[in-house]
């Protein structure tokens, strides 16, 4: 079956540091990858995505690069703000087909940024 | 504006007593998803629907019904709450062969 692994956190970080939360993942077929993120008493936000291998996708600073040889999907950002702190999400989907939108999530990293 | 509505977005209940969480999506989707979230254990798909009349269980779907009598709506009915369904759940919408899923806002669910 499909599955998500993310490093275990939280992840605690002063702000202007750099952040990598690491995600690799295992899926039947070709999955599209997602990053999402939920800001405290808020709901779920899409960061950024890629649906081929080689894709990078970004937004807000965050940058992840689909890396089919390792599959992995790790988040990337070079310096963080206070206002990064939120828990994140990678996940993964089968576009199409059998997938019927589902989505296969990780279990979430907490990270706090500290002015 | 596209959007998934849910309704409650709060809500503290006793064990047993039924209860409905609403979802309406705007945007002629034909899949929707009802997932739950559980601290370091990600979000779970609890059933899923491809389009009207169309619903299938997800990965936790015990203590949970669905229907989808209309292609906007999908709403989510625990018959007999208990304890152990306190979360925090989220409806989804997604287009056939698409891969964008748009979620709502969350509804935060205590059973007491």
């Known amino acids: 079956g499909n599955s998500v692994t993310q490093m275990e956190g939280p992840v605690t970080l002063s702000e202007e540091a750099f952040l990598t939360i690491n995600c690799t993942y295992t899926?039947?077929?070709?999955?599209?990858l997602f990053w999402y993120v939920q800001y405290p008493g808020e709901g779920l936000q899409l960061l950024l995505k890629?649906?081929?291998?080689?894709d990078k996708g970004s937004n807000k600073g965050f940058e992840a690069t689909y890396r089919k040889e390792t599959t992995s999907f790790h988040l990337e950002k070079g310096s963080v703000q206070v206002s990064d702190s939120a828990v994140y999400f990678c996940a993964l989907t089968l576009a199409g087909g059998t997938s019927y939108g589902k989505l296969t999530f990780g279990q979430g990293t907490i990270l706090t940024v500290h002015p | 504006e596209a959007q998934v509505t849910q309704n409650p977005r709060y809500l503290i209940t006793v064990t047993g007593k039924k209860l409905t969480v609403t979802c309406s999506q705007n945007m002629n989707h034909e899949y929707m998803s009802w997932y739950r979230q559980d601290p370091g254990l990600g979000l779970r798909q609890i059933y899923y629907?491809?389009?009207?009349?169309?619903?299938d269980k997800g990965d936790v779907p015990e203590g949970y019904k669905v229907s989808r009598k209309e292609k906007r709506n999908f709403p989510l009915i625990l018959e007999s709450p208990s304890p152990n369904q306190t979360s925090l759940y989220f409806c989804a919408s997604s287009p056939a062969g698409g891969n964008t899923i748009y979620f709502g806002e969350g509804s935060w669910l205590t059973v007491v």
């Open positions: 629907s491809m389009n009207v009349e169309v619903t």
């Open positions: 890629a649906t081929k291998a080689d």
């Open positions: 899926a039947t077929g070709y999955p599209s």
